[in-house]
């Protein structure tokens, strides 16, 4: 016990049982796929129910996006547990007060009703290629379309129904989904840097303003791939409501930052040598600095003026890149700088990044790229850029 208690950074004084870090940088990737799920999804929401036409040649490239996210958000937590097979116990035997346990329900029920929303938007490409391939593609094809080969125009306004129903549905679920893990952290009076009301709000506002700026860049990437021009009005109304929640959730993240240091409660003098010192370079400078600030004024500065055309498309896209990086950062200081504070309140600890291993930085990389690789190959299957459902 004397050697474990030696043998982690630390000042102050806590327990030897405190010198292990229990969440490492496979829980911070864990909050941030499901952020950008709940941020893709709102964009193809404000198209499906809310008729946002300029965001027309993105919708159908959101929902499938969200789709192949939303398969790998367990992979960190299964990947962390070690012994993924003793996930399902908390579906076959679960405990309706644990908010982990209801996780397995509430992501089976969103991975189904993207999977069915999905399929819908796409039936009547998969009907098309079932009719015109042949071999194993056009089998695959047939046996996707699930017998439904109609695409009248009855059969149609019944699809555009029943996709509308599932964007509502799926909105308050999305929404839900992620504001679940933020309800977790804020739930946790343990631990004092956790411990607030305002943390679901501002881990769903990060999770809007990172998976709209994750398509920023997917759909400038795709549109450069497939040689095609951008739309700028598509874009631009992107980059408006990435810009309208990132004011947004700056305020909050900035009220729930200056309650947490203003209350006099036990544990605050650490608090304060937290923010005064392991803080400074991830949090002030990183987080709010470089990836909030920054995109905030460069934003800004291209709307006041009118920018268009390829200086636009170029400022927005760094500015995405930036968002994405902020919202990162942000995952990163609340999953790990939680835990440098000590439960005692008399210390901080120190982390140790590890590249290799299971909890390693290489295992968190390959978890955030495995969903735009399989993207890339479904995309090549139910292209996005086909709207035959629009009405």
Not at 168 to 182: E, F, T
Not at 245 to 253: N, S
Request: net charge positive; with cysteine.
């Amino acid at each position: 016990m004397e050697s474990l208690f030696i043998a982690a950074p630390y000042t102050g004084y806590v327990y030897p049982n405190e010198t292990v870090f229990p969440w490492s940088v496979l829980i911070v990737v864990y909050p941030y796929l499901t952020g950008l799920v709940a941020g893709a999804f709102t964009v193809s929401s404000l198209y499906q129910v809310f008729g946002f036409e300029r965001l027309r040649p993105v919708a159908h490239f959101a929902l499938l996006s969200s789709l192949c996210l939303m398969i790998f958000v367990p992979t960190p937590l299964l990947l962390h547990l070690g012994h993924a097979e003793r996930a399902f116990n908390a579906l076959l035997t679960p405990h309706l007060t644990s908010a982990m346990a209801m996780f397995g329900y509430i992501s089976a029920f969103y991975v189904l009703l993207l999977m069915l929303e999905n399929w819908f938007v796409f039936r009547p490409y998969i009907v098309e290629q079932a009719q015109k391939r042949r071999g194993l593609p056009g089998l695959v094809y047939r046996v996707a379309s699930l017998g439904s080969n109609d695409v009248s125009e009855k059969a149609m306004r019944y699809d555009r129904k029943w996709i509308f129903a599932l964007a509502v549905i799926g909105i308050p679920a999305a929404h839900g989904l992620h504001g679940y893990v933020g309800f977790v952290f804020g739930s946790l009076k343990s631990r004092e840097w956790w411990s607030s009301d305002l943390m679901p709000v501002i881990f769903l506002f990060s999770a809007i303003i990172s998976g709209t700026a994750l398509l920023i860049v997917l759909y400038v990437v795709s549109c450069w791939l497939r040689k095609v021009r951008i739309d700028l009005a598509c874009l631009k109304g992107m980059g408006y409501a990435m810009w309208g929640f990132m004011m947004f959730a700056l305020v909050l993240e900035g009220v729930e930052f200056g309650a947490l240091v203003y209350r006099g409660r036990e544990g605050i003098d650490v608090i304060m040598e937290f923010v005064a010192g392991p803080l400074i370079v991830p949090f002030f400078i990183l987080q709010f600095a470089v990836g909030a600030v920054t995109p905030i004024l460069m934003l800004s500065y291209l709307f006041w003026r009118g920018t268009g055309g390829t200086p636009l498309a170029v400022g927005i896209v760094v500015s995405a890149v930036l968002v994405m990086f902020s919202v990162l950062m942000m995952r990163y200081n609340v999953v790990i700088g939680g835990q440098e504070i000590a439960k005692t309140g008399k210390g901080l600890l120190t982390f140790q990044f590890e590249f290799f291993g299971r909890d390693g930085i290489l295992a968190a990389a390959s978890v955030l790229v495995a969903p735009l690789i399989l993207l890339s190959v479904v995309v090549r299957f139910l292209p996005p850029w086909h709207d035959p459902v629009a009405p």
